[in-house]
């Protein structure tokens, strides 16, 4: 299952606080800020769909995700490869590298990154 990007917004504030109450929610979003109610029904279909839960301290909520960014984002990355590079990795980096402008020391870095995890397997 899938975030909306509003979703996703809310899921990263969620993520950097590790866990929320609404007000603590509201706070994380620059100016202008959503209304509280647009918050309750992204929170509310987050956790319809699996992603958030809450424990209850009398009539508040503190919410926490209950999957990790990294998780989401690999699953996010592993299906944007399968989808529109036909399952290649090696499409998807040259891709990745050719239309992203990335200069001469971040590619470096990139390969530095690539022989490391060589080495390691």
Excluded: C
Excluded at 16 to 39: G, Q, R
Excluded at 108 to 119: C, F, T, V, Y
């Amino acid at each position: 299952m899938q975030l909306s990007k509003s979703e996703e917004e809310l899921m990263n504030h969620l993520w950097k606080l590790e866990k929320a109450f609404m007000k603590d929610l509201l706070d994380a979003y620059p100016d202008p800020k959503p209304a509280p109610t647009t918050i309750a029904t992204l929170i509310k279909r987050m956790t319809d769909k699996g992603f958030v839960a809450y424990n209850t301290f009398g009539k508040s909520r503190e919410y926490y995700p209950l999957v990790k960014k990294k998780a989401y984002f690999s699953k996010h990355v592993n299906g944007l490869i399968k989808d529109f590079f036909n399952d290649s990795a090696s499409q998807f980096a040259s891709f990745f590298t050719k239309e992203t402008n990335l200069t001469k020391a971040e590619l470096e870095d990139l390969k530095k990154l690539i022989d490391n995890e060589i080495k390691s397997r």
